[in-house]
């Protein structure tokens, strides 16, 4: 059995070769072997020369994808992938030693699995403040923190049990089916997310099984930029605008229900969605103005942001 791995990265040059040190004490799994794909997504800093650095220690390939946007990173990645399953992760994780290791047997224990997901566990650079840990169920998607539980098993095709894109694997046949859309992910000119889901829900579609591997972990980086009210904002203002597009697309069910097609609107955008952008914006800005304690604005921040991305793709595209 040949395993690829693939990682896609743009301009984290630093942070690359801390997961690439990783990647190097990952422990070799039995009956299998395995390649290693970084994909170059125009990389403008030294992200091709720390890849070199390490092509000795790695069974690696640099593949370079000049099309900015994650989606095509992973597209390129599924191209030059020669393996018969595909691990995915991100480039500011730390891997366990035994990550690999732990897909290569579910691999063996599963051949009716087409999708396998692993821990995810959020690692602060510095010390989080009170509000996030005491809102983290409302924080989930946003710190991609994902534990099912200490057992392998066999998972529902449900959305909350999907894993997330910094750690997951896939049977490359299925993976070949169902490629990534080019319209989601993170890209410099888009900020919408969801292209590892909508991948999943094709897959699963497919038929096949999808397992929970509990021992294969990462830890994921949460840098001190992203733990602020700013950036609860910016990321929900993203959901917003991948939940319009999505409507726009008929694929919305990944994001809950569509924006319906009628109704009266204001430049093209539902009234109802400028209606809730004013009101959990005046709920959010009253209560926090008043001192209350995070746990009772945070979720019309939350809301508030949603609909302004909502509402901004939706006047950019009418």
Request: hydrophobic share 40%.
């Amino acid at each position: 059995m040949l395993i690829t791995v693939i990682m896609c990265t743009r301009n984290r040059a630093r942070q690359l070769h801390h997961v690439l040190d990783s990647f190097v004490a990952l422990r070799q799994p039995d009956n299998a072997t395995w390649e290693m794909i970084v994909v170059d997504n125009g990389s403008t800093d030294d992200t091709p020369a720390v890849i070199e650095a390490f092509s000795d220690r790695l069974p690696l390939r640099r593949v370079w994808q000049p099309e900015a946007g994650l989606s095509n990173a992973r597209n390129a990645g599924v191209a030059a992938a020669k393996g018969d399953y595909i691990c995915w992760t991100d480039d500011d994780v730390e891997l366990d030693p035994g990550w690999l290791e732990a897909y290569a047997r579910a691999f063996h224990r599963y051949p009716d699995g087409t999708i396998f997901g692993g821990v995810v566990e959020p690692v602060y650079e510095a010390t989080p403040p009170d509000w996030m840990i005491d809102n983290a169920d409302l924080l989930v998607d946003l710190l991609a923190k994902r534990d099912h539980g200490p057992e392998e098993r066999c998972m529902e095709a449900e959305l909350s049990l999907f894993p997330y894109g910094a750690n997951f694997a896939v049977r490359a046949a299925e993976q070949r089916q169902c490629l990534y859309d080019p319209k989601l992910g993170v890209s410099p000119n888009q900020k919408r997310l969801g292209e590892e889901t909508t991948v999943l829900v094709a897959i699963a579609a497919l038929g096949g099984a999808h397992y929970w591997i509990p021992s294969s972990r990462v830890r994921h980086l949460i840098p001190a930029s992203r733990m602020s009210f700013d950036y609860v904002a910016v990321y929900f203002q993203s959901v917003g605008e991948t939940w319009a597009y999505m409507s726009m697309m008929d694929g919305a069910p990944i994001m809950g229900p569509s924006i319906p097609a009628g109704g009266r609107r204001i430049l093209g955008v539902p009234v109802w969605i400028w209606r809730h952008s004013i009101t959990e914006n005046v709920s959010y800005r009253v209560k926090r103005g008043m001192g209350k304690n995070p746990r009772e604005w945070l979720n019309n921040l939350i809301m508030k942001s949603r609909m302004i991305g909502a509402r901004n793709f939706i006047l950019r595209n009418s």
